[in-house]
């Protein structure tokens, strides 16, 4: 089973990308975050048109939005409201496996990294807070869980071009980083892209839009993620990064990730 996980930035806007990354990578299942689409306007049928049989999504106009397209059947799907914010950031469903997969939006936090200054930073923070406090009652490790998405935090030293410059901007903060672990231990996750990436390598999934050449700079942060419950270790086959789609015409600035489970 590949899993991907993309930050679109528009789902209607990128339909053609979408479209080759399904040809490229034929995946079983596809999370998308940043839809930007309220559901009215979702694009059914040419997300079905795919290969998509079964989709889940929850939308806003011109903001947030998550989906999960996939070719096998979707049950229990959940849709959530973190924090009463009226976000549409988290949206959850069950395989025929009985595997759960959780997709996930994590706000941004604005430029600011002081709460007291910058109520995007607050909710950011928050909404991780939330994050494990909800895996810790809801569920256990011997679960089959995929948790994945744009989490707009890169933890590791080698998850930024440069980790003392960046130790102050937003996605890199010790805080930040504090509160990620703290979620990572929650289930006692596995990250998947770091058991096939030694943590003292580079690896990035975001670039941002200013870099005229992203990769000649390569000034890039690893935003994006997709972690697994141990009792999946012994499946996880294979994780990788599509990066041909930072430099692809009107790309988004995240690439899509993928993982195989067998």
């Not at 997300?47 to 889940?56: D, I, P, T, Y």
Request: aromatic share 12%; hydrophobic share 45%.
């Amino acid at each position: 089973m590949k899993i991907i996980s993309w930050n679109i930035n528009s789902l209607r806007l990128r339909l053609m990308l979408l479209e080759r990354l399904v040809i490229t990578q034929n995946p079983d299942i596809i999370c998308l975050q940043e839809t930007k689409v309220q559901d009215v306007d979702f694009p059914m049928l040419e997300v079905q048109n795919l290969g998509f049989k079964f989709v889940a999504f929850a939308g806003e106009k011109s903001y947030n939005g998550v989906a999960i397209l996939s070719k096998l059947p979707l049950t229990n799907i959940k849709k959530y409201d973190i924090l009463d914010f009226g976000h549409k950031r988290h949206i959850a469903a069950t395989l025929p496996d009985e595997t759960i997969i959780h997709n996930f939006y994590v706000p941004a936090g604005g430029d600011i990294p002081d709460v007291k200054l910058n109520d995007k930073f607050d909710f950011k923070l928050k909404f991780i807070d939330w994050m494990v406090e909800y895996f810790t009652k809801n569920y256990c490790q011997n679960q089959k869980i995929v948790m994945l998405g744009d989490m707009n935090i890169a933890p590791l030293i080698n998850d930024v071009w440069s980790h003392k410059q960046l130790l102050g901007v937003v996605s890199h903060t010790p805080i930040e980083v504090k509160k990620m672990m703290n979620l990572q231990a929650s289930l006692n996750w596995i990250d998947a892209h770091r058991i096939f990436v030694p943590d003292s390598e580079k690896l990035y999934s975001w670039w941002s839009y200013r870099e005229l050449d992203p990769f000649k700079s390569n000034r890039g942060r690893r935003l994006d993620h997709i972690w697994i419950t141990p009792n999946l270790g012994n499946n996880l086959k294979k994780a990788e990064v599509f990066k041909d789609f930072r430099i692809a015409f009107k790309p988004s600035d995240h690439v899509p990730i993928g993982v195989d489970i067998l």
